[in-house]
T-cell receptor, first 115, second 118 residues
């Protein structure tokens, strides 16, 4: 079956630094990847949608300069949290799908803690 | 406004008892419907989905869901709950108008936390 690998699973960083999270589709070409943010005991909020080779489309209220998304290949998308602050601490999850597809495969998530 | 609602934030059932988790949607046309399960600190696993056809959908781990157009609902059920079913359950939708510009973005309900008592 389709597998999406997300790394790292946990990361602690100092305030003001940047953190990169990787999302890889291991056995299929992920034309579209989605990045979600999840606060404790809350639902998943879509941050952005990225299509391979194109600029990401950000949801309203998401700072595109803070959350940099790159989808340079059909198997890799990255989310970089720039100049991280404690309020950026959260659980980030990626999801990948084929072009126009409705089969969503999720990564295992990244717990980001900014101290 | 388009939305997907899970009325129950928390549900507690005894092991072996039956389970029903509610999901209601508000869309102009029937969206594509999904149920996912999330264990603590983990990603999401698809339990089942409904696109069209038979309104009773069978999924993994003994789960099933029934689509009811008249009630705009897609409730998840399991006849006998196991302790390992304790997790967070999310209903999610993709608007069926996605091909006309809505995109294939999943929208999630607020989730239902299931606790299983032994």
């Amino acid at each position: 079956g389709a597998v999406v690998s997300q790394h790292p699973s946990r990361v602690i960083c100092k305030s003001g630094t940047s953190v990169k999270i990787e999302c890889r589709s291991l056995d299929f070409q992920a034309t579209t990847m989605f990045w979600y943010r999840q606060f404790p005991k809350q639902s998943l909020m879509l941050m952005a949608t990225s299509n391979e080779g194109s600029k990401a489309t950000y949801e309203q209220g998401v700072e595109k300069d803070k959350f940099l998304i790159n989808h340079a290949s059909l198997t890799l998308s990255t989310l970089t949290v720039t100049s991280a602050h404690p309020e950026d601490s959260s659980f980030y999850i990626c999801s990948a799908t084929r072009a126009g597809g409705l089969g969503y495969t999720f990564g295992s998530g990244t717990r980001l803690t900014v101290v | 406004a388009q939305s997907v609602t899970q009325p129950d934030i928390h549900i507690t059932v005894s092991e072996g008892a039956s389970l029903e988790l509610r999901c209601n949607y508000s869309y102009g046309a029937t969206p594509y419907l999904f149920w996912y399960v999330q264990s603590p600190g983990q990603g999401l696993q698809l339990l089942l989905k409904y696109f069209s056809g038979d309104t009773l959908v069978q999924g993994i781990k003994g789960f099933e869901a029934e689509f009811k157009r008249s009630q705009s609902s897609f409730n998840l059920r399991k006849p006998s709950v196991h302790w390992s079913d304790a997790a967070e359950y999310f209903c999610a939708v993709v608007p069926s108008s996605r091909l006309t510009g809505g995109g294939n973005k999943l929208t999630f309900g607020t989730g239902t936390q299931l606790k299983v008592e032994l």
